[in-house]
């Protein structure tokens, strides 16, 4: 029998996520990895085959807990606008109480800034921008369900809202205040997209 690993792999691929959120994939070294790690080069390479396999691990990772995080509160099943606004609010929030979190961005959209789409981790990045779309044209479409928008504009709608969070991470690398800003200012202008507050009282 093999000898086994003294080792979390969740806990390695999470903290060499961190360095590469922080430090972009170019300027990690080996050796930032091995000391955030505590794993030599040689188990690094045994276990991920490469700094890229260990990079893609790290994106993965990214990948599912934002989707089981951040987008949670717009896949349940009684989601609406009510639901997208405090999912802007929420980052407002972040921004303001964490903005040296903030200043990093986001890991996925960064490696796309970084790298370009057309490499290896495009299709991470191409999954990551489409949960955000399913995630809104969920609460769009429940929303519209109830008459509470108008379902033409749902597609749409969630598409914009999927780019300008996108749009957010790196606003927010640059003045996590003024990110922080536009999110109140997305909350708002969702909430207005509401057809019923629009309707006059029966009279």
Not at 174 to 191: N, Q
């Amino acid at each position: 029998m093999g000898r086994r690993r003294a080792y979390d792999t969740g806990a390695v691929v999470q903290a060499a996520r961190d360095v590469f959120w922080k430090r972009g994939y170019e300027l990690t070294s080996i050796a930032d990895l091995e000391e955030r790690t505590g794993l030599d080069r040689s188990s690094l390479y045994n276990a991920f085959g490469s700094k890229q396999g260990l990079f893609q691990a790290a994106l993965r990772s990214y990948l599912d807990e934002a989707i089981e995080t951040r987008l949670s509160g717009l896949r349940q099943p009684d989601a609406g606008l009510a639901a997208i606004v405090a999912f802007f609010s929420g980052m407002a929030h972040t921004f303001r109480a964490y903005p040296e979190q903030a200043s990093f961005g986001c890991l996925m959209v960064n490696t796309l800034g970084e790298l370009g789409g057309h490499n290896a981790h495009a299709a991470l990045g191409e999954a990551y921008r489409d949960s955000f779309r399913a995630a809104f044209g969920t609460a769009l479409s429940q929303s519209a369900a109830r008459g509470e928008v108008d379902a033409e504009r749902v597609r749409p709608r969630a598409n914009l809202l999927a780019t300008m969070t996108m749009g957010l991470f790196i606003s927010a690398r640059i003045d996590p205040t003024d990110a922080a800003e536009v999110c109140d200012s997305v909350a708002a202008e969702v909430a207005a997209w509401s057809t019923k507050q629009h309707s006059s009282p029966a009279g």
